[in-house]
């Protein structure tokens, strides 16, 4: 069976910091996928990335960026220069891979960041 | 944004009373899902849908039962609630071949008292 671990429950930063959260998952599937999600405060899922897990190629967007590596099963998620608004709770999702078929996502325990200003 | 409603929003029952929560899409997508969040859990699959009249369990399903009658609407029920069913229900979509990306609505938060 799968298993997506955020070891880090909690995370307080000041802003402006940079900030990393970890991502540990378990599978013996070749092929997945693993997902990023932000839940702000207004309790909304909002999907920020997907990775496939035959493309290693780390991915940069403004100011998140994620680091995947198969070797150590993990997909971390780094906010540089953090701000007030990405105050929120992070989850991390795996998903065998599916062309056809239903995404079955299982999710970390998820990362509640709170940046102060 | 992704045309997902959940109704009702909010909902507070008694034990051992039924519940009904429903989830409707605008957007034609084959599969529906049913999760629930929980504090220390992240969010788990209750049930999904793969058509009309086609379900299957996902990791937490005791205690609930779905149905889907139409394309748009998937419906999630508890027969008779239990204080270990509050939560946060939240109803997702995709689409095979659509970038592989899941949509969620907004949520129902449920309180069995």
């Known amino acids: 069976a799968q298993k997506v671990t955020q070891a880090q429950t909690e995370i307080s930063v000041v802003e402006k910091e940079d900030v990393t959260l970890d991502c540990v998952y378990e599978?013996?599937?070749?092929?997945?996928?693993l997902f990023w999600y932000k839940q702000p405060p207004s309790g909304e899922l909002v999907f920020l990335i997907r990775?496939?897990?035959?493309?290693?190629q780390n991915e940069i967007s403004g100011r998140y960026s994620w680091n995947f590596q198969k070797s150590t099963s993990s997909f971390n998620f780094t906010i540089t220069a953090s701000q007030v608004v990405d105050s929120a709770v992070y989850f991390c999702a795996f998903c065998p891979f599916q062309i056809q078929g239903a995404q079955k996502l299982v999710f970390g325990q998820g990362t509640r960041l709170t940046i102060n200003p | 944004d992704a045309g997902i409603t959940q109704s009702p929003r909010h909902k507070v029952t008694e034990t051992g009373t039924p519940v009904t929560l429903r989830c409707h899409q605008t957007e034609n997508h084959r599969y529906m899902y049913w999760y629930r969040q929980d504090p220390g859990h992240g969010l788990r699959l209750i049930h999904y849908s793969y058509g009309v009249k086609d379900t299957d369990k996902g990791e937490v399903s005791d205690g609930y039962s779905v149905s889907r009658s139409k394309t748009e609407d998937f419906l999630l029920t508890l027969e008779s609630a239990t204080s270990s069913q509050t939560s946060v229900y939240f109803c997702a979509i995709s689409e095979p071949g659509k970038n592989n990306e899941q949509f969620f609505g907004p949520g129902t938060r449920l309180t069995v008292l």
């Open positions: 599978t013996r599937d070749t092929t997945y996928y």
């Open positions: 990775r496939n897990s035959f493309d290693e």
